[in-house]
């Protein structure tokens, strides 16, 4: 009986999750350019652990981006600084997972050159280019697809 009563509790919270990787991957894109959406997207994965990798990769993310929506340089660059060891302790855990390799890739590819955390674009670029035709998932593929391209990485063909 108690069994069944955590299957039913953990399937009702689980169809009513804040943390749905569809709405996150839509904050996450706008939360670059809308400081309300990024305080959204913060709060929304707050309680999100190590435990669900790429819910994870994006909390990492967003915490990063925080430092475009403070003034404070000690801040921004703390923000860069435990973003960076979040994204990067989740992907040595995972090295596979595609989602965080874009997300790692994205990071990289959008901030400051003298913050010197772009080792790894090659790397991400090439991974990406070679599990891109494997993927399932039309959300990820375009969103990678738009990445690639908008920073002339490759060509869309080379994506066919």
Do not use: W
Not at 98 to 122: A, D, G, H, K
């Amino acid at each position: 009986m108690r069994a069944l009563l955590i299957l039913y509790i953990s399937t009702f919270t689980a169809g009513t999750s804040s943390t749905d990787l569809g709405s996150i991957r839509e904050l996450y894109v706008k939360a670059s350019t809308d400081e309300e959406v990024h305080s959204k997207l913060v709060s929304t994965l707050e309680p999100v652990e190590q435990g669900s990798p790429i819910l994870f990769g994006y909390k990492a993310a967003a915490h990063m981006m925080s430092a475009q929506y403070t003034y404070n340089p000690y801040s921004k660059y703390r923000y860069f600084k435990e973003g960076r060891s979040m994204i990067e302790s989740v992907i040595r855990s995972h090295p596979n997972d595609v989602e965080l390799r874009y997300l790692r890739l994205s990071i990289q590819l959008n901030l400051p050159e003298m913050l010197n955390y772009s080792e790894n674009i090659n790397e991400d670029k090439n991974f990406l280019l070679q599990e891109f035709k494997s993927l399932s998932d039309p959300s990820l593929k375009n969103r990678i697809r738009e990445l690639l391209i908008h920073f002339e990485l490759c060509k869309a063909s080379e994506l066919q």
